[in-house]
């Protein structure tokens, strides 16, 4: 039987707010920001066939449309409070919108946002979820912020994500607990909301690792008109992507995978011990990759150094032989 959308949203997508005037059910919602603060807002949209398959599972789905977002927010330092979620759906089917609700709003409870409003509509399935969150004024975490002699450092473990998604293209083979390690990664990414928002007031820049670490880190640079070396061997990686390091796809999944979520931040050296005392408060790990430097025209804005020091030359989201 074929569920209206105004019954889908009512069951599904309307529920008690904590931070808003007004939610679900009106026109538009209300939102009030906090006295000294600034609004941020960023969108995130899934495509079947682009960002996900489209027989995947609903509630990972709703799981993830809300984490690409949250991640936006980490990677600003802000604290997320609202989010609305444009659906198109190709048929009112309450199973999946059950499960994707439920994907969707255990997320959202744990970091404590609002769903506030959005639109459902018929159409090729599709997913827009926009958050809105808060910083106080003028502390938020921007990508044009790095300064010369900062370190890198970039939270958890690169290239799980990417490992996974070329094992399931099958230009890797993982044995089936690998894969479902990184698929986990994939499927369920976790946003580093807690981290971000303590790093505001020490990190100099951030940005989260959606593209890749050359790609994401490569717009710090650009923005903060810089340059930086990174060292191949100090880039967190799981004991599984070690194990396959030998591999081009896994190499490439470290430094060029999309998808990780994970927050890549710049911050003065004398913040050093600072930032690990953070690291172990929030329980995310942080790691030392390189540092920035003076850009010079006509070379590279990063340099990525191998074990044996040579300079290995990053093109387009991958690398080669510099030295
Ligand atoms: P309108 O015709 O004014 O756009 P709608 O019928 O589209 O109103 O939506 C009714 C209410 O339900 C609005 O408050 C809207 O924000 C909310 N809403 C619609 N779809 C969703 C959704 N997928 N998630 C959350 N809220 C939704
Ligand atoms: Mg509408």
């Known amino acids: 039987m074929a569920t209206s959308e105004f019954e889908l949203i009512g069951r599904y997508f309307t529920h008690r707010t904590r931070h808003a005037v007004l939610g679900v059910g009106d026109d538009a919602a209300l939102v009030r920001v906090k006295r000294g603060h600034d609004l941020v807002v960023s969108a995130d949209m899934l495509v079947a066939g682009r960002h996900f398959f489209r027989d995947a599972d609903p509630r990972l789905l709703g799981h993830k449309a809300l984490a690409v977002n949250l991640s936006d927010m980490a990677a600003m330092g802000a604290t ?116 971000g928002r303590a790093l505001r007031g020490v990190a100099h820049s951030a940005i989260d690792v959606s593209d890749g670490l050359l790609a994401d880190l490569g717009h710090i640079l650009e923005s903060s008109d810089v340059a930086a070396e990174i060292e191949l061997a100090a880039l967190p990686a799981s004991a599984i992507l070690r194990r396959y390091l030998d591999r081009v796809v896994a190499c490439s999944a470290l430094l060029a995978g999309g998808d990780d979520y994970e927050l890549c931040f710049t911050a003065p050296r004398s913040a050093r011990e600072r930032i690990a005392r953070l690291g ?3 329980r995310v790990k942080v790691t030392r990759i390189g540092s920035v430097g003076a850009y010079r025209k006509a070379l590279p804005r990063l340099i990525v150094r191998a074990p044996d020091g040579a300079a290995l030359r990053v093109v387009r989201g991958g690398y080669d032989h510099f030295a």
């Open 80 to 195: 997320p409070r609202w989010a609305t979620l444009a659906l198109a759906l190709p048929a009112a089917d309450a199973r999946w919108v059950r499960a994707f609700s439920r994907g969707f709003m255990a997320l959202a409870r744990r970091f404590d946002v609002d769903l506030i409003g959005g639109d459902t509509t018929r159409g090729p399935l599709n997913i827009c979820v926009q958050i809105m969150g808060e910083t106080p004024h003028g502390k938020a975490l921007r990508r044009d912020g790095a300064r010369r002699g900062d370190d890198i450092w970039v939270s958890g473990t690169l290239g799980d994500a990417a490992l996974a998604l070329a094992a399931l293209k099958r230009r890797i083979k993982l044995k089936p607990a690998e894969l479902a390690s990184c698929a986990a990664r994939l499927h369920s990414p976790q946003p580093r909301v807690v981290l």
């Open 280 to 282: 172990r408060e929030v």
